[in-house]
């Protein structure tokens, strides 16, 4: 198996229109950054297993649905039958930008203790990707740091998204601490242009990516910029590729998640050896991603929007 990531599964419910009475629609859509980091993985061929809780409801019910549905395995998956799944009302702006509201107190996802955690899905895959909105909490936080842990205990190539959502965490402080921690584990940093302002307070894009490095001791860093692209760097050398803006975007929910599989599944064959990526194809594998992503936003939701290999080849070649 490719990739085992953990973390939240939910739903978003994305706009849809007005109703006749002229009220908003949302459209139920199954969401969750490392279950859309998966479903980008596998729509492209890749292999991955998720790792997680939900809710026994409907709404559960149907996101263990949309993991079949994907081809990802769902042997990780748990059920909580007190606790409801995590809901995330998506809010879009007239260019496609998104914010999110949370009902989430606690959620299932937070649920999830390391005890539940199934330790072979990680022994059986050759990377392993997490994320900090499963660690604003107990006990999905000791169930996240532990999974990590285990991981690089068993020399896995580990994939990290901080995936800042500020209203989820008690207090901004702890989430620079606790986002922070997870570090420790990664050999891939991906994280934002306002995430990077977050860590670092510096706006220049490679003084806070040299500041970054201090703490983040891994091999690769993606500094994801939105319609601007992507800067990259591995060994202290940096470079930056524009993102296919050709595409019609109507829905950037996911997008950083598609980047990311993408990525990811460019870069498997160098997973467990990730010390023999050269540069050129670093920047192969982000040019790769950047058409991922791009291609995302032509869709709306997240895991439904993720390309398969044959619309990301077409772009690429266009």
């Known amino acids: 198996m490719d990739l085992a990531a953990i973390g939240e599964l939910l739903i978003d419910f994305t706009p849809s229109g007005v109703s006749e009475q002229g009220n908003p629609l949302f459209e139920c859509n199954p969401g969750g950054a490392p279950a859309n980091v998966l479903a980008a993985m596998t729509r492209l061929g890749g292999t991955g297993a998720f790792i997680g809780k939900v809710g026994s409801d409907t709404f559960g019910s149907f996101l263990y649905d949309i993991l079949k549905q994907n081809g990802i395995d769902h042997r990780g998956l748990r059920f909580d039958p007190k606790v409801h799944t995590t809901l995330a009302f998506v809010h879009l702006s007239r260019t496609g930008d998104r914010s999110f509201s949370f009902y989430r107190d606690p959620g299932a996802d937070r649920m999830l203790t390391f005890e539940e955690v199934d330790q072979d899905v990680i022994r059986q895959a050759k990377a392993f990707h997490f994320g900090s909105v499963s660690m604003t909490h107990e006990p999905s936080r000791t169930a996240t740091l532990g999974a990590a842990r285990f991981a690089r205990e068993l020399g896995k190539t580990i994939s990290y998204d901080p995936n800042l959502r500020p209203a ?57 910029l939105g ?69 995302a936003t032509t869709r709306k939701g997240a895991i439904p929007a993720m390309p398969r290999l044959e619309e990301v080849m077409a772009l690429l070649e266009a």
């Open 168 to 224: 989820l965490w008690n207090s901004l402080e702890e989430a620079r601490e606790v986002i922070i921690r997870g570090m420790e584990y990664a050999d891939i940093l991906k994280i934002s242009e306002e995430e990077l302002i977050f860590l670092t307070g510096q706006t220049d894009l490679e003084k806070g990516a040299e500041l970054l490095a201090e703490v983040f001791r891994g091999r690769i860093l993606l500094l994801t």
């Open 227 to 295: 319609p601007n692209g992507c800067f990259f760097g591995m060994d202290g050398k940096y470079d930056r590729l524009p993102t296919y803006d050709k595409v019609k975007t109507i829905d950037t929910t996911g997008a950083g998640d598609a980047f990311l599989g993408g990525f990811l599944f460019r870069i498997r064959p160098y997973f467990g050896r990730l010390q023999e990526l050269t540069f050129d194809e670093l920047r192969d594998a982000v040019n790769f991603a950047n058409a991922v992503g791009s291609l």
